[in-house]
């Protein structure tokens, strides 16, 4: 439906919706978390695929 694939990085793209959509606060803690995270667990990975804040699918 959003169209991303179940990389983390996808993962992380469709947590970024519903937090976008403001579905509820714990989305937008968890997408922060993802955001802080996600670079310190996998640093090789292209940190351009990340969405970025307010953008939506």
């Known amino acids: 439906m959003l169209d991303f694939d179940t990389t983390d990085v996808g993962e992380i793209g469709v947590l970024a919706f519903a937090a976008t959509q403001n579905y509820s606060k714990p989305f937008q803690i968890s997408l922060w978390l993802a955001r802080l995270l996600y ?12 969405p970025q804040p307010g953008e939506t699918a």
Do not use: K, Y
């Open 39 to 50: 670079p310190i667990l996998a640093p090789q990975t292209n940190q351009s695929n990340l």
